[in-house]
């Protein structure tokens, strides 16, 4: 997917958004940062862009300029200067399963009960980037799972999560967490599903954020948190201790989940990445020399 599809859909989908769904007679202004997540999404094949690209964003910014706030319109035009000048351009520091996010859900609004195209998969997918990993796959999944498709839609999104999770076979590790977070979700002020995630080993184990970061593609002005295992759990039992019976089992389940990661695995850490919105992932090395752990995603306002 070039970055010209990318820089004019995106934009028609500004256009398409710049008035409220709920009334067709109000006017919705683009804010700095929704500005800022959907420029994130041209970053895909890094900084820079040829003068017909910069020609075609031009244009579609113009031609947005009236949806948009005065402060997203100095993003939108900072970017663009940037964009032009490979050399001193910069990366936004919004994290493209933001961009993500946004663009699915403007699509999905702007397509009504229709199903989502082979064109609108390659869109997102593009924001996604080009090189999977298990926790963008992850991602992707959980949207797919719920997301109508076409038949030719759903092919490219499944083929694009199995290049990010690889086949995990007879993993011994995979098996034993795989029970202990089914029909499990994560606490937060939305509750998301747990799913194990396994990375090769390509470096000493545990990874700074730094290195993680980098691991998954994030940029490095994204907000980010390393934890120990039992400073993250710790809450957990704590928040459900005086609850009713069903949730005294959920805090059982949880113990479980500690019991069973440290059994099975050493020198864990917990990372959060993202402000609000974040991905969850405990890690930890494996007697096969893996990564693995679990991902989810947790809401905190």
């Excluded at 980037?129 to 999944?141: F, I, M, Q, T, Y």
């Excluded at 002005?221 to 019976?245: E, H, M």
């Excluded at 949880?254 to 992932?281: C, H, K, M, P």
């Amino acid at each position: 997917m070039n970055t010209i599809f990318t820089v004019t859909t995106l934009f028609s989908l500004l256009l398409s958004f710049a008035r409220s769904p709920g009334s067709l007679d109000v006017e919705r202004t683009v804010s700095k940062r929704e500005m800022q997540l959907i420029l994130a999404a041209f970053e895909v094949d890094g900084p820079g862009m040829t003068k017909q690209e910069a020609e075609f964003a031009r244009a579609a910014l113009f031609k947005a300029r009236r949806s948009l706030s005065p402060e997203a319109q100095s993003a939108a035009d900072l970017w663009l200067a940037n964009s032009t000048n490979a050399e001193s351009a910069k990366s936004i520091p919004v994290r493209r399963v933001e961009a993500f996010r946004l663009t699915s859900a403007w699509l999905r609004e702007m397509r009504g009960a229709q199903r989502l195209t082979e064109g609108d998969a390659g869109l997102l997918l593009s924001i996604l980037g080009s090189k999977p990993n298990p926790v963008r796959a992850h991602e992707l999944s959980l949207w797919a799972a719920r997301e109508p498709l076409t038949s030719d839609a759903r092919i490219a999104v499944e083929r694009w999560i199995a290049r990010g999770i690889p086949d995990y076979g007879n993993i011994p590790v995979v098996k034993a967490i795989s029970p202990a977070i089914e029909g499990l979700q994560w606490m937060s002020e939305s509750d998301f599903p747990i799913e194990v995630v396994c990375f090769t080993k390509t470096r000493l184990w545990p990874l700074t954020k730094a290195q993680m970061q980098r691991q998954l593609g994030e940029p490095p002005a994204v907000p980010s948190t390393v934890r120990s295992i039992n400073q993250l759990f710790g809450w957990v039992s704590t928040a459900l201790v005086d609850s009713d019976a069903a949730e005294r089992a959920r805090a059982k389940r949880f113990d479980t989940l500690r019991r069973v990661l440290q059994e099975n695995l050493t020198s864990i850490r917990a990372y959060t990445f993202g402000e609000i919105d974040q991905d969850l992932l405990i890690l930890g090395e494996s007697k096969e020399n893996r990564i693995c752990g679990i991902v989810t995603r947790v809401v905190e306002t």
